[in-house]
């Protein structure tokens, strides 16, 4: 067993990195508090948060400490893409694209671009001439795509 807490702490964050590349957030949080209490590094508080919001439902504290790792390193683009997730986890995926947004004007990240793009934006309104929230529209818009046709 490694004795210098900085080298097991990073072996336990890379691994947690990993765990969550694999869709494993249970274990990522357990290897990230156990990194955290050997080496308290901001940087690292985004994937805590995360994780905190996946596995525990502590969305508010999780985008809070994604926040602090922000304030700490605004240039991360796992950061805003960890701040996204949250968003989407709460259901507010415009708050999610916002983020993603900031995050390629601030990093120009490929990564943050394919996520953007994978969230896709909103199909144009079904009449044009209506506004987006013209009930009508709203209307129609579901009876067409339950039909397929859109």
Same mark, same amino acid.
């Given at each position: 067993?490694?004795?210098?807490?900085?080298? *097991?702490?990073?072996? @336990?964050?890379?691994?947690?990195?990993?765990?969550?590349? $694999? +869709?494993?957030?249970?274990? !990522?949080? !357990?290897?990230? *508090?156990?990194?955290?209490?050997?080496?308290?590094?901001?940087?690292? /508080?985004? /994937?805590?948060?995360?994780?905190?919001?996946?596995?525990? +439902?502590?969305?508010?504290? +999780?985008? *809070?400490?994604?926040?602090?790792? @922000?304030?700490? $390193?605004? *240039?991360? %683009?796992?950061? /805003?893409?960890?701040?996204?997730?949250?968003?989407?986890?709460?259901?507010?995926?415009?708050?999610?694209? $916002?983020?993603?947004?900031? +995050?390629?004007?601030?990093?120009?990240? %490929? $990564?943050?671009? !394919?996520?953007?793009? !994978?969230?896709?934006?909103?199909? %144009?309104?079904?009449?044009?001439?209506?506004?987006?929230?013209?009930?009508?529209?709203?209307?129609?818009?579901?009876?067409?795509?339950?039909?397929?046709?859109?």
């Amino acid at each position: 067993m490694d004795l210098d807490p900085v080298a *097991e702490s990073k072996r @336990l964050f890379a691994r947690a990195v990993n765990d969550l590349a $694999e +869709g494993k957030s249970q274990s !990522a949080l !357990a290897d990230l *508090e156990r990194a955290l209490k050997l080496n308290d590094n901001q940087s690292w /508080y985004s /994937y805590l948060g995360f994780c905190i919001a996946k596995e525990r +439902g502590q969305v508010r504290k +999780g985008g *809070e400490l994604c926040n602090q790792a @922000l304030a700490h $390193e605004p *240039e991360e %683009p796992a950061h /805003y893409q960890n701040l996204a997730r949250i968003h989407l986890i709460c259901g507010h995926k415009a708050e999610a694209i $916002e983020v993603l947004r900031k +995050g390629v004007t601030v990093t120009s990240c %490929p $990564e943050l671009v !394919a996520q953007l793009n !994978a969230l896709g934006s909103r199909k %144009p309104p079904v009449l044009s001439f209506l506004s987006r929230d013209h009930w009508i529209n709203h209307y129609l818009g579901i009876i067409l795509s339950r039909l397929g046709l859109r």
